[in-house]
């Protein structure tokens, strides 16, 4: 007992270090842009700024889930695109109904990031190739639905919906808001959640605890592929039509957004808050170089520059564990489990989980 409370002390330290950290960057570049230029604090450009980060927000609350359990999703923006174009393609050419035409949309963004999760699960494609190819796929389907042409004249009502305010408040907002509750609830408050962090924390060891790791991989990259096209449809919303490309630029600045906010590459962490946050610098960094009369390809390269002192100050927190000499783990045979007498099958039995109890597995 002595033992492990100096240990959950210090994590809790560095989880609010770390946490202090997002935080006080944040207020830093708001500050500075707001010395730069008084305009930038003012609300009506707070609020653009907000509105401005809903899409990397949307498509980094996704990327998060797929990222804590070590992987990546390089399809995000293919599948925002892809959606967008099926949504406004039913609505304007075949007079689908707003809502059943939105519903629609998701459920294709959701498909799409199911069969990530398959390549991934089961075919066992490493996440980087997997989602490579996807999002080849998924992109050269955007432009077959209309030969690459764009798709004009979406309906009022439909812009309404993802684009509109309420109590002068714009509608996305409240979705990321809401969206970003939810995915709180989830990674946080459920078995589920506790599954996708010990699934990124040591496959292995999740599996030997029950965990269902195949089930949660397919369904983590589900997630993020239902919010990729949420996007989608924000982006088609703000600007009345649908492009085969509208999506691409998310693809990255959805990665640095949720890299920013504390996700760790390497997987088992991830922040829901830090996500949030990583957008609004992203939106803060763009908005803020807009006011300052600064080339918008100016943008890649802080962008890029944030990402990567972002990851520095993580991985310096952490004393740099990736470049630490890796241990052999101890064989399952002297401390994690027991086979039986003359068993030859490679059935292990009695393998000790982490809550003290037993089970019998079968190996992957």
């Known amino acids: ?3 492990s409370t100096p240990t959950r002390s210090r994590k809790r330290v560095r989880f609010n270090t770390q946490a202090f950290g997002i935080f006080g960057a944040a207020a830093f570049i708001y500050l500075a842009f707001g010395l730069l230029n008084p305009r930038f604090l003012g609300f009506d450009n707070l609020r653009d700024v907000a509105v401005s980060a809903c899409v990397n927000a949307l498509i980094g609350l996704g990327m998060t889930f797929v990222i804590i359990t070590g992987g990546i999703d390089l399809s995000v923006g293919s599948i925002a695109s892809f959606s967008g174009i099926v949504t406004a393609q039913l609505m304007v050419a075949y007079q689908v109904p707003s809502t059943v035409a939105l519903v629609l949309g998701l459920a294709v963004g959701f498909a799409c990031g199911l069969v990530n999760g398959v390549l991934v699960a089961i075919v ?3 996440p980087f190739i997997a989602t490579l190819g996807t999002m080849s796929v998924y992109q050269g389907l955007a432009y077959v639905v209309t030969n690459g042409l764009p798709v004009y004249n979406v309906p009022d ?3 309404v919906i993802l684009n509109g305010y309420i109590g002068g408040i714009p509608t996305s907002v409240l979705v990321v808001v809401i969206i970003a509750v939810l995915c709180w609830l989830l990674l946080r408050r459920t078995v589920f959640g506790q599954n996708v962090i010990a699934t990124g924390g040591s496959e292995e060891t999740a599996w030997l605890s029950g965990v269902r790791v195949n089930r949660v991989k397919i ?3 589900g997630i993020s592929g239902l919010l990729a096209s949420l996007g989608g449809l924000i982006v088609v919303a703000r600007i009345s039509a649908a492009q085969s490309e509208a999506g691409a630029p998310y693809q990255m600045t959805a990665i640095a957004s ?4 504390g996700a760790n590459l390497m997987g088992g962490e991830g922040r829901i808050g830090g996500t949030l946050i990583g957008a609004l610098i992203l939106g803060a960094l763009t908005n803020g170089l807009v006011l300052l009369n600064v080339p918008s390809f100016y943008e890649q390269i802080v962008t890029g520059l944030v990402v990567i002192v972002a990851v520095a100050l993580d991985q310096t927190s952490k004393g740099w564990p990736m470049l ?7 064989s399952a045979t002297s401390t994690t489990a027991t086979t039986t007498t003359g068993q030859k099958s490679g059935v292990e039995t ?3 989980v982490p809550d003290g109890s037993s089970l019998t597995r079968s190996p992957a």
Do not use: E
């Open 157 to 159: 009502d439909f812009v």
């Open 324 to 330: 630490k000499p890796g241990r052999k783990p101890p």
């Open 1 to 3: 007992m002595s033992d």
């Open 350 to 352: 009695g393998a000790t």
């Open 258 to 261: 949720a890299v920013i906010g």
């Open 124 to 126: 066992r494609l490493p």
């Open 219 to 221: 369904l983590v990259y």
